[in-house]
Structures are given as C-alpha cells and as structure tokens.
C-alpha cells in the first residue's frame, strides 16, 4: 500500500547549474552531491555500469525533489514541451506571485507568461504562471485568494 511520496526526480544535464537554480535562484535548500557508482543502483535504473551525481532540494512542507546527472550513460535532450507524453512539471504555491515574478525575472529566469489571474470557478482569483527551469524543466507558480481553502492535496 503506497503512504506518501518521497519525492520528485529530474535528471539535469549540470548538477552544479541546477543546484545554482534551485537554491541560490528559488530559495530551496541543497543536500550535498552524492556520487553512485554501484551495482545495486545499476540494477534498479536497469543500467549496467550506471554513474550518477546527485542531489536533493528541499521544500518547504517537506517536500523533496532529487536532481539527478548522468555521467554515464550520457542522456539525451528530449522535447519538454508540457503537451507532450510523459512530460511533467511541479508546482510551487507561493504568497506573492507578482513579486516573485518581478525578482526572478531580474535574475534572468525565462517565464512562459507574467502572472495570470482567475476570473470565476475554482481559479476565480488564483494567480498562475509557468517558468522554464535548468534545461527546459517546467515549473508553476500559484498563488491562492486570501482565506480560500484548498484541499491540501490538489490545490483545488
């Protein structure tokens, strides 16, 4: 019986460029890289010969989201446009999105759109938007009305 997720995974082409993203850029704590080069680790990833660096970011609420560098085998770029199949993205709920907005793009980081605003139903007063990560990775950023209550869970 599944309990809860561990954690969220992104492989990443420089760990040192994403680590830099993800806590200097958003703010999340890194764990220290980790190097695996071990059989077990092989077995699981079905890899033979696998060599993987890596490191943990951690959010706040406890959440974890490993990022992962294939030093070998040497992954390939993938299309990460969000339509496609097997594409994911994670999304941060944050208290001011228009701020953060403002701060991230003087930090360079690339958004898809500025912050856009619900207008009825369940969005009616959420502000969204997505950014582009280390190497395409898709990230959004919620911001949910003053005293509205959402299921923990969805957001929603």
């Avoid at 993800?22 to 890194?30: K, M, N, P, V, W």
């Avoid at 190097?35 to 699981?44: F, G, I």
């Avoid at 294939?70 to 228009?98: M, Q, W």
């Amino acid at each position: 019986m599944i309990r809860c997720i561990q954690h969220f995974s992104f492989t990443v082409s420089n760990l040192e460029e994403a680590i830099h993203f993800f806590s200097d850029i958003l703010g999340l704590e890194a764990t220290p890289i980790i190097e695996v080069r071990d059989e077990l680790t092989a077995k699981v990833v079905g890899m033979p010969g696998v060599w993987l660096r890596g490191s943990f970011m951690l959010t706040p609420g406890n959440g974890t989201i490993e990022l992962i560098q294939y030093v070998t085998p040497k992954g390939e770029r993938i299309d990460l446009n969000t339509c496609n199949v097997g594409v994911a993205h994670i999304s941060f709920e944050v208290d001011d999105i228009e701020e953060m907005y403002k701060d991230l793009i003087a930090k360079g980081v690339k958004f898809v759109s500025p912050p856009v605003w619900g207008k009825k139903g369940v969005l009616k007063g959420r502000g969204s938007c997505y950014l582009k990560g280390p190497d395409g990775i898709t990230l959004e950023f919620n911001q949910i009305p003053k005293g509205v209550k959402v299921h923990p869970a969805t957001g929603f």
